[in-house]
Every structure is written in structure tokens, then in C-alpha cells.
């Protein structure tokens, strides 16, 4: 393994898998890994919708990410998250997901949650493809996030096979790694830790929890992309979920054929915004404003003692109507 990466993944965006796999041969890449990892992350579908990034530049950013070696990622959570979620999708089977505009525009206007159930439909490790230009800083955007749910006593094993990494987790707990990379290279993530509660629920912890508290107040890209991916979770969950159970065609990882290309799986492929066609024009009341969305924990079952996660969608306050 060599320690480079392709900081601009603009150059990704126009290249197929292989001339991406030139530019990495020339940059040191063992070829044996490099064959491996394209066996893995390279799919190909029946088709590819125009609102989200190609899949062949998902892979490509995948690929260019695997390379980074684990050195003193201890030190550095945005690459802690990643390596812990890398070694995962390339260890096991996972699902490439398509986050529909509308919905991830109101997950974006929905409060930051500070749980998640202990089941939801989503698998145990996954990718979540956002649509084009919904998280962007500046002119970078941010294609993708990767995730992967990690008990306490699980071990990592990088990529590259050198060592292992211990995650610092509370015990009978989980982690929720995720990374996500920006055009630039930039790289958001990290691990965040999951405590159960005595409502079939995890509770979301780190160290220094008033980090978390304060990120879930901010708009920044971190607090953005990891409120998108608690919000997917809990959605999977929801009563009105229209997210498919984790489907693994026959060839994983191996040449695709045409009888077994892949279709895209969907969060949300049929919702459709309450507030998009809201007018914002200049004639609107003063008071018109969106109220933020939310989720409910409400109790249920024999003396209440469940609880199931209620979303209150982003609504219109002052719309006529």
C-alpha cells in the first residue's frame, strides 16, 4: 500500500474504471490489491439516474479512498471513520442505496437526532448515495456517504493487512462509523458511539458529549452529512418505509453479465415534498416560514414500553390553505 490518494476527485468524474485504474497503477497501487478491490467496488447498472453521481465515479472515489494507509489514524476521527467503514465494505456484502431529492432536501430541514432503533431495514453496513449538489461548501459537493454499525469487541483489520485497530467503545455498545468524501478530497467522518437505553433504542454518545450536542445545533457539512445518515436509519425503520431489504445479485464481485446488473435501490423513491411547491416569491406573507421537522420516540405495547420513531415531516406555517 502506498499512503497516496487522488486529492481531486474532480478527476474522477470523467474517467472510467479502466483509465482510474492507470492513474492508480501509476501512483504505486499493488496491482493484485487493485484488481481486488475493483472486483469489489465496480458495479454496473441497468441504468443510472441523471439526479445522482454515476456509479462508475463512486467507484472510483472508493477505490482512490482504499489506499490510504492507516497512520495515526488513531489521532485523526475523520480517518479513523474511514478506515473502520472501508474495511467493512470490502470484507462484506453491502448495498448501494439512492437518496431521493425530496426526501434528503427534508431530512435536511429536520432536527438532528440524537437516537436511532437497535433494528432498522438498512443493512449493517451500506452507501448512500446523495443527489447532485444537495451538500456542497463552497463549489466542492460531497457524492456519497459510507457507514457501517461496529460492536464493542469487533476488530478491525485494514485493507493493506498491517495490524489491526481497537475501537475505545463503552461496553455492550456500538459505533457508527461513516465517512464522506468532498470534490477536493476532503474527508468528513468519524465514529460515533451507540448506548442502549431500556426503550429498544440507541442513544447517540461520544466522548466529549458536548461536541455532539453542539454539532447537532450547527449547520456545517459534518453536522449535515451525519444528520442525513441518522435520518436514513431511522426512515428504514419508520411504518411507511418503502426501503427494500439489502439485495445481493448472483456475481457479486465478480464480471457482470447482462443477465445480472445491478438496479438501483431507493430511500424514498416515491416521496414527494409537502413544502416544494411552497412560493418563496416576494408576494408571500412575512410570516411564512418552515417548521422544522422532527422525530417523536412514541410509546407502544403492554404498559408502553416500547417505543417506535414517529417522523414529523418540515411543514409550511402561514401557507394559505
Known amino acids: 500500500m502506498v499512503n497516496k490518494t487522488i486529492k ?27 484488481e481486488t478491490l475493483i472486483k469489489i467496488f465496480h458495479r454496473e447498472y441497468r441504468y443510472s439516474p441523471k ?8 467507484t472510483n472515489i472508493l477505490l482512490s479512498q482504499s489506499m490510504i494507509v492507516p497512520e495515526a489514524v488513531q489521532m485523526n476521527p475523520a480517518l479513523m471513520g474511514g478506515i473502520v467503514t472501508q474495511s467493512s465494505l470490502v470484507n462484506n456484502p453491502h448495498s448501494w442505496y439512492w437518496l431521493n431529492k425530496d426526501l434528503a432536501e427534508d ?57 489491526d485497530i481497537t475501537l475505545n467503545l463503552l461496553p455492550n455498545c456500538w459505533g457508527l ?35 455532539l450536542i453542539q454539532l447537532s445545533k450547527q449547520q456545517s457539512v459534518e453536522s449535515k452529512l451525519l444528520s442525513l445518515l441518522i435520518n436514513c436509519l431511522l426512515y428504514s425503520n419508520s411504518k411507511n418505509t ?27 423513491k416515491n416521496y414527494q415534498s409537502k413544502i416544494k411547491h411552497i412560493s418563496k416569491g416576494s408576494h408571500a406573507s412575512p410570516r411564512l416560514h418552515v417548521r422544522r421537522g422532527h422525530w417523536r ?25
Open 51 to 58: 439526479t445522482h453521481p454515476r456509479p462508475s465515479l463512486i
Open 107 to 163: 431530512f435536511n430541514l429536520t432536527q438532528f437526532p440524537l437516537f436511532i432503533p437497535k433494528k432498522f431495514t438498512l443493512p449493517k453496513c451500506g452507501i448512500i448515495i446523495l443527489p447532485n449538489l444537495l451538500i456542497q461548501e463552497e463549489d466542492e459537493t460531497v457524492y456519497f456517504i459510507a457507514y457501517n454499525l461496529v460492536n464493542s469487541s469487533e476488530r478491525i483489520y485494514p485493507i493493506n493487512n498491517e495490524g
Open 177 to 211: 462509523a461513516w465517512v464522506a468524501f468532498e470534490s477536493d478530497g476532503s474527508i468528513y467522518g468519524g465514529i460515533v458511539g451507540l448506548k442502549p437505553n431500556n426503550y429498544d433504542e440507541f442513544e447517540l454518545y461520544m466522548d466529549d458529549q458536548e461536541y
Open 8 to 34: 481531486d476527485l474532480n478527476r474522477l468524474n470523467k474517467l472510467s474504471i479502466k483509465e482510474a485504474k492507470k492513474v492508480f497503477l501509476q501512483l504505486g497501487v499493488d496491482k493484485n490489491i487493485l
Open 242 to 268: 418503502d426501503i427494500k431489504e439489502i439485495i445481493i445479485n448472483k456475481g457479486f464481485g465478480k464480471k457482470q453479465n447482462s443477465n445480472s446488473l445491478y438496479s438501483p435501490l431507493w430511500i424514498g
Open 297 to 321: 420516540s412514541v410509546p407502544y405495547g403492554e404498559k408502553r414500553s416500547l417505543r417506535k420513531q414517529v417522523w414529523i415531516q418540515p411543514t409550511v406555517v402561514g401557507a394559505k390553505g
